[in-house]
T-cell receptor
Framework: KQEVTQIPAALSVPEGENLVLNCSFT??????LQWFRQDPGKGLTSLLL?????REQTSGRLNASLDKSSGRSTLYIAASQPGDSATYLC??????????FGAGTRLFVKA | DVKVTQSSRYLVKRTGEKVFLECVQD?????MFWYRQDPGLGLRLIYF???????EKGDIPEGYSVSREKKERFSLILESASTNQTSMYLC????????????FGSGTRLTVV
C-alpha cells in the first residue's frame, strides 16, 4: 500500500534562505507526483506536477524533483519570502484515481 | 486556467439537517472528487465520479452520497448531518489524473452544531 511521508512536519526559516521540502513514498510505481500549497482555511493550489517519465519541473523560484528509484521527491524554494509561508503537500498518483496525499510541511518564513 | 468553484466558503448546520455542498468546474473534466481534510488525518477521499451519473466510493463514504447530473457539477450530500462531519471539504477535478493531476476548489468549512 502506498504511503506518502513529508518531513519535517514544520519548518521555520529566515527570509532569503533557500530551502528543501522532502516527500517520500513507499511504492515506486508512481504515475505522477504533484506539489500543492495550502494557505490557512483555503483549498489546495497546484504548484508543480512531475510525470513519472520526468525528473524535475521548475516554476519561478520553485523546483521539484522526482527520483522513483529512491522513492523521493523534493521541492526546492529559492530565496524564500514571507509570502511563501503556507503548508506544502505532496501527492503521489499510483494509477487511475488512486492518489495518496502527504500530511504536509508547514513552512514559516520570518521577515 | 481551470476553475473549480465551491459555492460556500463557510457553512453552519444543525445536527440532523440535510446538507448539500456544490462544486462546479469549467474545463470539461471527466473526473471530479470530494475529499475531507481533518487535522492529523490529512485528505481522505469520500467519493469520486468519472462521468455523468457515474460515481464510486472512496475511502470514507459512510454518511455521504453524491450526485452528478451534469458534467460540470458534482454535489456532496450529507443525508443527516452529524457533529463528526464537521470538517473542511475539498472538491477537485481532473482530466486523466494519472498524468495531469488535480485542480482543487477553495474549500468549504462545514460546522455541524
Amino acid at each position: 500500500k502506498q504511503e506518502v511521508t513529508q518531513i519535517p512536519a514544520a519548518l521555520s526559516v529566515p527570509e532569503g534562505e533557500n530551502l528543501v521540502l522532502n516527500c517520500s513514498f513507499t511504492d515506486s510505481a508512481i504515475y505522477n507526483l504533484q506539489w500543492f500549497r495550502q494557505d490557512p482555511g483555503k483549498g489546495l493550489t497546484s504548484l508543480l506536477l512531475i510525470q513519472s517519465s520526468q525528473r524535475e519541473q521548475t516554476s519561478g523560484r520553485l523546483n521539484a524533483s522526482l527520483d522513483k528509484s529512491s522513492g523521493r521527491s523534493t521541492l526546492y524554494i529559492a530565496a524564500s519570502q514571507p509570502g511563501d509561508s503556507a503548508t506544502y503537500l505532496c501527492a503521489g498518483n499510483t494509477g487511475g484515481f488512486k492518489t495518496i496525499f502527504g500530511a504536509g510541511t508547514r513552512l514559516f518564513v520570518k521577515a | 486556467d481551470v476553475k473549480v468553484t465551491q459555492s460556500s466558503r463557510y457553512l453552519v448546520k444543525r445536527t440532523g439537517e440535510k446538507v448539500f455542498l456544490e462544486c462546479v468546474q469549467d474545463m470539461d473534466h471527466e473526473n471530479m472528487f470530494w475529499y475531507r481534510q481533518d487535522p492529523g488525518l490529512g485528505l481522505r477521499l469520500i467519493y469520486f465520479s468519472y462521468d455523468v451519473k457515474m460515481k464510486e466510493k472512496g475511502d470514507i463514504p459512510e454518511g455521504y452520497s453524491v450526485s452528478r447530473e451534469k458534467k460540470e457539477r458534482f454535489s456532496l450530500i450529507l443525508e443527516s448531518a452529524s457533529t463528526n462531519q464537521t470538517s473542511m471539504y475539498l472538491c477537485a477535478s481532473g482530466f486523466d489524473t494519472a498524468n495531469y493531476g488535480y485542480t482543487f476548489g477553495s474549500g468549504t468549512r462545514l460546522t455541524v452544531v
